[in-house]
C-alpha cells in the first residue's frame, strides 16, 4: 500500500489549495481515505474522510464551509478543497487509508498560509 500526497505550498491568507493523494496497492473504491494535518508542536488531528461512496465527512469545525474532500476511483485519488485558507491552516497534510486493519500514512505535504 501507497499513499503520494501532492499540491501543497505557500499561498496567502484568503487563498486556495487542492491536496491530492493517489492510492496504490489495495482495492482503492472499497475503503474510505482520511486527510489529516500535524501543525508544529501540535499533535496530529483529522481534517475529512472521504468515505467508498464519495461521501465527507468534515472535522474540525474550523475547516467547516472551507475544506471539500472528494475522490475519483478511476483515477485512484483522493482531493482536499481548501478554501479561504487562514494562518492556522499551516501544517503538514498527510493520507491516511485503513487497509485490512493496518494503519498506511502518506508522506505528507506542506501547507504553509502566510502573507
Known amino acids: 500500500v501507497q499513499l503520494v500526497e501532492s499540491g501543497g505550498g505557500l499561498v496567502q491568507p484568503g487563498g486556495s489549495l487542492r491536496l491530492s493523494c493517489v492510492a496504490s496497492g489495495f482495492t482503492f473504491s472499497r475503503y474510505g481515505v482520511s486527510w489529516y494535518r500535524q501543525a508544529p508542536g501540535k499533535e496530529r488531528e483529522l481534517v475529512a474522510t472521504?468515505?467508498?461512496?464519495?461521501?465527507?465527512?468534515n472535522y474540525p469545525d474550523s475547516v467547516k464551509g472551507r475544506f471539500t474532500g472528494s475522490r475519483d476511483n478511476a483515477k485512484n485519488t483522493v482531493y482536499l478543497q481548501m478554501n479561504s485558507l487562514k494562518l492556522e491552516d499551516t501544517a503538514v497534510y498527510y493520507c491516511?487509508?485503513?487497509?485490512?486493519?493496518?494503519?498506511?500514512w502518506g508522506q505528507g505535504t506542506q501547507v504553509t498560509v502566510s502573507s
Open positions: 491516511y487509508a485503513r487497509v485490512n486493519f493496518i494503519n498506511y
Open positions: 472521504i468515505t467508498s461512496s464519495g461521501g465527507t465527512t
